[in-house]
């Protein structure tokens, strides 16, 4: 090295001479320059720089070269070189004549002492400037001082005994050093420096008489002297800063320099602006700019904006054509203006502000006329207006309104007119937008081939014509106005004598003689005829009345004159002269009269009796329609059945029955009859008609039958509004009980009130929920007689102002206050009870305030109902509007919604066509919309419309909401609120129609809202809801309303939509049904029914991205790593089913860890209880499923979960057999260190390094142990498809979490007991202290994050994961953190100690910082750190890449080093450790292991590769070990000694 240095050396001095620089250096390679500086120093001094000329023209240079050097042995090893080196010249003509060192400097304590060499003196002069350190007086080689540019010299002379009296020459100064300046004496010297503010002429130069000292210019670069936005004034001798306008000095009380600069004066922040009012101040560097803002203009255009010249309004609205365009109001504020448009029309883009641009067009509110005029109209639209009209047959419900939707047209009952509208003897029936006439029986049209009216009205039928065909043979014809009647000859009766004579029952002879003596009288003879009889009297009898016939009022007795047969014979010759005498009996039978036309002589009353059945059966609602076949043939049934059971009645009108209507709860049918006798026993008759229907299958409920008749119950008139009282009375009747019902239903407690005689029933506060049929029950002696009335209760008017307080400046502006109310309420506002005036729009009204500019105090408007002053008691029939006023400065402005600061929240009213409200919150640019909870007008007028729905009205609700939704598509599918909404009224409609039945039109309507606000549209609005997690649950809501109504289906039908595919059959064997939507094979399999039933499938394939992915309990979607990878199915059927088989398409390929589940409503997630994936061979695209139970059906699928079966068995195999291995080799640690534990243990570092092994192995084996319980427990439940036992595991998980944490920091404490032995001195602490922190650390920590987890996790039942493994729980609360977080920290803190530990022994050498005894234990606990630590850091690396990948090797190697780790800690912590090998050789006295301690040591040392750099590492810190340290770690032991190479 010293030979290297001297040639550059050489070479410098060369260079110098040739090219007389003055300065060199020298680069030198890199081990010279750590030890060796060296520079050479120029000057004119003779004494640095000699030159002289030689005789033989030789010149003579002495060049002084200044070597720095960091080691004193590198000068001695320099000096020895220059005694023995020979230098050749390395250039022609050059001679270098001799090399020596003259001066020697170093540093000691606080100074330099610098020292000559042999022969080499210090000047006299420079001994005595500085003070010499010579013990001897005679010559001066050492001072006190290391002098610029001065060395010793080579002298023969060095005494220094007559020191030369110093001159000052600064007495007179400036003759010296010149003007501006100072002298200095020194000891036989002076110098010159410059006042301050001056510079020598020549910097270069000394200073002197011929170099004087001259003013400084500080200003030739003024910003590094005055710093920034400065003038610098030049003096003599000094310079002055002042600020330039528009900025100031920083330190006030400074003055300004480069340290105290000039900033700029931020004119802004005065009050008041210096812009004046309604401007922006902008502060730029040095000044200010004034603009207006917008809507102002400065009061003089030509002048700058200022205080003198402020902003004033501009109205904008002096031409309001050119600003707002056509068909729009233009409305001035302060600042400002906006436009509005003329009623009836709206701006050409609806979201945009209306403009020049984006003019008024004319609102064609007939295209959705339904939503303007209401139902049953027409409506013209014309320019900014419409109108409405009526159909015909309906009218305008309020007459002296317009009509409009909240004035609907509602259907005339024509049939209610006097004179009605078909004329006498008819029956009027109202139907919608018009009427039907049918004649009474009896009576047919005047003119039968025109319709029956006023003008073609109903006469009577003349039976009569034609009697025999009427009244049959026998009998006379009567007609009546409407009817006829029949009577028998004289001598004829009917029949059947209790029914009416007919040509079903005509007259016959009535034989009188039957009973002769009743007819005739004694001693006759009755002689019957047809239609008539005779009577004669016996031989010997005659008549009593000889001028009247024979009858029981004349009846025979005896002739007394007549001589008996035998005598008259004799006496008499011809007998025919004695009965000559006698009256033909002719003329005795025309003298009766038959007393037969007594009967029927007078026309019977008829009464129409209203009549109902309840029926034990779901009320269809397609029995609201009479036109639906269902009807039809219901009614004809039951029509049938009344028939045959009550002609027995004996005064009912055969034929007179008529099914009038069919009513909810259950089934009600309505039905009337006609009788001649209102007071009927109907007891008997019931009963059969009860067993009829029985027999038909329409079963009766108990008590099902009753009278009803139409009756007003309330006294009230007008309308009724809600909170008001409604008490309803029942007419009353001696002994009868009454009981009331509600829609159908007993009075709810809670609400309503019955007097203590049942007479009268009260609703304190009522609610448009109330509305419907109020029915009285009392009990007649056969049959319960109800009287009912239907009480119709108006909505609850809903007032929307916005926010309750607004704040604007007081300063004199028209602000806008609008109040909006729903349908068929007017609204004003007040203020101080003064009605204000007001813009009104179709459903709002709008006031203008003018906001006091003097006053500034606050104003209450009221906005109330109008024209209802009975309701303004009630609270919901005011909101107010609090307007305050302010002179602050305000970040938000808006006329409308008020002024505010940043992070202001308030309430603004929704657009037209929308309810609801609007938050925004105050930012920088003005108010932002946070929150939109608007809602389409016409779906929230449904949803109110909702609350009193009867359920016969529902398949109308549901075409009116099926129709809205589709079309206001665009609206629907893109407001979160609007589909929320919808799926609380598909909600409620589901709850309303538990107790009924729908058939196909219902649910089509049902399913195409939901096809609607599940469309691909409809996306983001999913995710706002899904994640604002309000979803609560808005899509479970949704499901669990599709499978509620899907329960109430009756009929067989399909259902076909773009999203949506429903089928309903009948299935008797088995079943099977594929999916009919496009690019979906979904199947269904049922292969085994017990008995014939219905069936529901309904597939979805748009619900996987609207449905939550959930798999636990009140799950956060956002963090579930499933995702639902297939199509929805709902399956809905009657019967119990033992095995359904669902076939779901995969449609997204890339998820793993198929998992068949169905939505469980109870624990509010996806479940597999009773279903799993069955594996169908190599198919990749498919997935199926069974099951053992039917609801809604999907599979989820976790990302990047091995499914193989295959891969699965290997990985378990792996892990069992890798635990059992490590729990083998961990119980030989403990065992080899039980054996060794005396031998091993000598010293304190020893001591702990085992104390840790014995832990760490411990620790290993116990959570080993606790894994296999686990996984037992695990392998169970799976087994029999349950969910992981959160009882059984969560002892084990504890433990296991608790040991394994153990684990790894006993690791931990390994690397610090290292840590602290080779760089704090470890050693130093006693034994007793080592072990409590190590057992602190160890044990302490692992328990406080084991007892935190659980005390966090266990509440909610998330501390264990409940699939697939007994272990800590990852969604949703993420409890695996408190064991990967530790443990990872731990891997990292060990790898940085190895790192600080090498680099130290590096540095320093093992031997410098430990005692001779402890260098083997650290040098094995830093083997044992540097391979454990990486080796479980990589395994458990491996384990956070199981989490984020499929990869099948990633899973592999995870499992091999994980259940190997007990092998890793018995070979690098006990068996690489050569003392412990030595010693365990000794105790087992194996001689395999090597009988030689030094031969032992080199085997292990070459065997090993693994530990090649820590045998490199330590041969270096040898090498560069002074040879004292390589002699006492010889000392250590044979491991030790092989370490030179």
């Known amino acids: 090295m010293a030979g290297q240095i001297l040639r550059h050396i050489l070479v410098l001095t060369v260079a110098v001479l040739l090219a007389h620089v003055c300065e060199a250096e020298a680069n030198f390679s890199p081990e010279t320059t750590k030890a060796l500086q060296f520079s050479y120093m120029y000057s004119d001094e003779p004494v640095h720089h000699i030159r002289q000329r030689r005789a033989d023209s030789y010149t003579d240079y002495t060049v002084e070269i200044e070597i720095n050097a960091s080691s004193i042995s590198v000068i001695d090893e320099i000096k020895k070189e220059l005694e023995k080196i020979q230098i050749a010249s390395p250039v022609a003509n050059l001679t270098l004549l001799e090399a020596n060192f003259t001066t020697v400097c170093s540093f000691f304590d606080t100074e330099y002492q610098c020292r000559c060499e042999a022969q080499h003196f210090w000047p006299c002069d420079m ?61 036989g010297s002076y110098w010159c420096s410059c006042w301050s503010g001056y510079n020598a002429t020549v910097p270069n130069l000394t200073i002197s008489i011929n170099n004087t000292c001259t ?46 600069p000039c900033t700029d004066v931020n004119e802004c922040q005065g009050n008041p602006s210096v812009c004046g009012p309604n401007s922006n101040c902008t502060n730029v560097n040095g000044g200010y700019n004034c603009s207006c803002w917008d809507g102002f203009t400065a009061t003089v255009p030509n002048l700058t904006i200022s205080i003198n010249n402020t902003c004033t309004d501009i109205n904008e609205c002096l031409n309001s054509s050119l600003v707002c365009g056509p068909n729009a109001y233009c409305h001035n504020s302060n600042g400002s203006y906006w436009c509005s448009c003329w009623s009836g029309y709206n701006a050409t883009v609806p979201n945009l502000t209306i403009s020049i641009n984006n003019t008024c067009t004319d609102i064609n509110e007939c295209l959705n006329s339904s939503l303007v005029c209401g139902p049953n109209t027409y409506c013209h639209n014309s320019n900014g207006s419409f109108s409405c009209s009526c159909w015909s047959g309906y009218n305008v419900t309020k007459m002296n309104e ?21 004329g006498p003897n008819s029956n009027c029936t109202n139907v919608n937008g018009g009427y039907n006439c049918s004649c009474w029986d009896g009576f047919t049209a005047t003119v039968p081939n025109l319709t029956i009216s006023i003008n073609n009205t109903c006469t009577d039928i003349n039976e009569c014509l034609n009697s025999s065909l009427v009244c049959g043979p026998n009998a006379y014809c009567h007609n009546s106005n409407g009817s006829y009647w029949c009577s028998c000859w004289s001598g004829y009766n009917a029949t059947v004598p209790n029914l009416t004579i ?25 002689h019957n005829s047809n239609g008539s009889f005779s009577c004669s009297c016996w031989s010997g009898y005659n008549v009593t009345k000889m001028n009247e016939s024979v009858s029981s009022s004349n009846p025979c007795t005896v002739y007394s004159t007549v001589t008996p047969p035998q005598t008259v014979s004799s006496t008499v010759t011809t007998p025919q002269t004695v009965y000559s005498t006698l009256i033909p009996p002719q003329t005795v039978y025309s003298t009766l009269t038959p007393p037969q036309r007594v009967y ?13 059945m309840t029926i034990d059966k779901p009320f269809d609602t397609s029995l609201t329609k009479p036109e639906d076949s269902h009807y039809k043939d219901f009614a004809k049934q039951i029509q049938d059945a009344v028939e045959q059971s009550y002609k027995s009645l004996p005064s009912y009108k055969t034929g007179s029955v008529n099914v009038t209507g069919f009513r909810p709860g259950s089934t009600i049918a309505d039905y009337t009859i006609i009788a001649t006798n209102s007071n009927l026993d109907f007891t008997s008759a019931n009963i059969n008609l009860y067993n009829i229907l029985l027999s038909k299958g329409i079963t009766v409920a108990a008590n099902g039958f009753a009278q009803t008749e139409q009756k007003p119950l309330i006294s009230t008139s007008g309308n009724l509004y809600p909170q008001q009282k409604l008490e309803l009375k029942c007419p009353q009747s001696v002994n009868r009980t009454i009981t009331w019902k509600v829609n159908e239903k007993d009075p709810d407690s809670t609400k309503y009130t019955i007097s203590e005689d049942g007479g009268t029933l009260t609703l304190n506060s009522a609610a448009y929920s109330d509305h419907g049929r109020y029915s009285c029950i009392m009990q007649t002696a056969s049959i319960p007689y109800i009287q009912w009335q239907d009480i119709s209760i108006e909505q609850e008017p809903s007032i929307s102002v916005g926010d309750n307080e607004r704040v604007f400046p007081c300063d004199g502006r028209t602000v806008q206050l609008t109040c909006y109310v729903n349908a068929d309420y007017s609204v004003e506002w007040v203020l101080n009870v003064n009605v204000q005036t007001s813009e009104i729009g179709s459903d709002s009204i709008t006031v203008k305030y003018i906001v006091p500019k003097d006053n500034c105090s606050k104003e209450i408007l009221t906005c109330r109902l109008k024209g209802l ?58 108010w932002a919309i946070e929150q939109d909870d608007c809602v389409l007008k016409v779906i929230k007028d449904l949803e109110s419309k909702l609350q009193g729905l009867a359920v016969t009205a529902i398949p109308q609700f549901m075409a009116e909401l099926s129709n809205a939704v589709e079309q206001n598509n665009a609206s629907v599918t893109q407001s979160a609120a609007t589909v929320k909404t919808i799926v609380e009224i598909l909600s409620n409609i589901a709850d309303l129609s538990k107790n009924i039945t729908h058939k196909k039109p219902v649910m089509e309507s049902f399913l195409n809202t939901v096809d609607i606000i599940v469309s691909d549209n409809s996306s983001k609005t999913w995710n706002d809801l899904n994640n604002k997690n309000t979803t609560g649950n808005t899509s479970v809501k949704l499901l669990e309303a599709i499978e509620n109504i899907s329960d109430r289906l009756s009929d067989v039908f399909a259902i076909n939509l773009s999203s949506i595919h429903l089928n309903r059959v009948t299935i008797k064997n088995s079943f099977n049904q594929t999916s009919q939507l496009p690019s979906s094979t979904t199947q269904i399999v049922i292969p085994n029914i017990s008995k014939p039933t219905f069936i529901t499938v309904i597939f979805f394939s748009k619900l996987n991205d609207v449905l939550p992915t959930r798999n636990t309990p009140n799950n956060d979607n956002r963090t579930s790593q499933n995702r639902i990878n297939g199509d929805v199915v709902v399956v809905k059927v009657n019967e119990t089913i033992n095995n359904i088989s669902f076939g779901f398409d995969i449609t997204n390929s890339s998820l793993g860890n198929p998992q068949c589940v169905f939505w469980n409503f109870d624990l509010d997630r996806w479940d597999s209880t009773g279903c799993k994936v069955k594996i169908t061979g190599n198919e990749t695209d498919k997935v199926t499923c069974e099951c053992i139970h039917t609801t809604s059906f999907s599979f989820l699928m976790s990302p990047f979960a091995i499914t193989d079966p295959v891969k699965r068995t290997a ?28 031998s091993v243990t000598r010293n304190d570092t020893s001591y702990m390094r085992h104390v840790s092994i014995v832990n760490i192995a411990v620790s290993l084996l116990i959570a080993n142990f606790c894994f296999i319980i686990g996984a037992a427990i695990a392998d169970q439940d799976i087994k029999q498809e349950q969910m992981i036992s959160v009882g059984r595991c969560s002892a084990v998980v504890f433990f296991m979490h608790f040991f394994y944490l153990a684990f790894f920091f006993w690791m931990l404490v390994s690397a610090l007991l290292l840590f602290y032995s080779t760089v704090i001195v470890f050693g130093q602490m006693s034994r007793t202290e080592m072990m409590v922190i190590a057992f602190t650390v160890g044990y302490g920590a692992p328990l406080l994050i084991a007892v935190i987890t659980v005390a966090f996790t266990a509440g909610p039942k998330n501390y264990v994961s409940k699939e697939n493994a007994c272990w800590l729980n990852w969604n949703p609360s993420r409890a695996l953190l408190a064991f990967v977080i530790p443990a990872l920290t731990i891997v990292f803190i060990n790898l940085v100690v190895l790192i600080v530990v090498v680099c130290k022994i590096l540095k320093r050498g093992v031997g410098a910082v430990t005692r001779p005894g402890e260098r083997h234990i650290l040098i094995v606990i830093a083997r044992c750190v540097a391979f454990l630590t990486p080796i479980f850091g990589l395994t458990w690396g491996f384990g956070i890449g199981t989490m984020v990948s499929r990869d099948f090797s990633l899973h592999v190697v995870f499992a091999l080093l994980n259940s190997l780790q007990g092998v890793f800690v018995l070979v690098f912590g006990i068996l690489l450790d050569g003392k412990v090998r030595e010693t365990l050789a000794g105790k087992l006295s194996l001689s395999s292991l090597g009988s030689s301690p030094t031969r032992s040591t080199n085997a292990g040392m070459s065997s090993s590769s693994g530990l090649g750099i820590f045998a490199r590492l330590r041969r270096n810190v040898y090498n560069i070990s002074n040879p004292s340290a390589a002699r006492s770690a010889n000392s250590t032991g044979a491991s030790e000694t092989l370490m030179n190479p």
């Not at 001897?136 to 610029?148: E, G, Q, R, T, V």
């Not at 003024?222 to 003038?231: A, E, M």
């Not at 007919?502 to 009755?526: K, M, Q």
């Not at 059992?1220 to 534990?1237: G, H, K």
């Open 127 to 187: 001994c005595k400037l500085y003070r010499s350190c010579n013990t001897s007086n005679d010559a001066c080689s050492c001072i006190d001082n290391k002098p610029s540019g001065q060395f010793c010299q080579k002298t023969t002379n060095p005494a220094c005994t007559q020191p030369p009296t110093d001159i000052n020459e600064c007495l007179n100064s400036s003759l010296v050093c010149g003007p501006n300046a100072y002298c200095h004496n020194s000891n």
């Open 215 to 260: 003013d400084i210019n500080e200003c030739l670069n003024s910003s590094l002297v005055c710093g920034p936005n400065t003038y610098c004034h030049n003096s003599n001798g000094s310079f002055s800063c002042s600020c330039w306008s528009g900025y100031n000095v920083t330190k006030m009380n400074e003055s300004v320099s480069s340290s105290n």
């Open 402 to 422: 317009s009509v409009s939707s909240s004035n609907p047209c509602t259907d005339v009952n024509e049939c209610q007119g006097n004179p009605s509208v078909c």
């Open 502 to 526: 007919s040509i079903n029952n005509t007259c016959t002879d009535i034989n009188e003689c039957l009973n002769s003596s009743l007819v005739c009288g004694p001693n006759t003879y009755c």
């Open 600 to 612: 029927s002589t007078v026309a019977p009353p008829q009464a129409a009796i209203k009549m109902s």
């Open 869 to 926: 002053p009975q309701l303004l008691d009630y609270s919901y029939s005011t909101r107010s509007v609090t307007v305050k006023t302010s002179t602050e400065d305000f970040t938000c402005q808006d006329n409308t919604l008020g002024f505010g600061k940043t992070n202001d929240m308030t309430k603004g009213l929704c657009e037209n066509g929308k309810e609801g409200s609007i938050t925004y919150k105050c930012k920088s640019n003005g």
């Open 1211 to 1238: 990985l378990a195999y792996i892990t069992y057999i890798g635990v059992a291995i490590s729990m083998a080799s961990l119980v030989l640690c403990l065992i080899i260190e039980i054996i060794l534990w005396k």
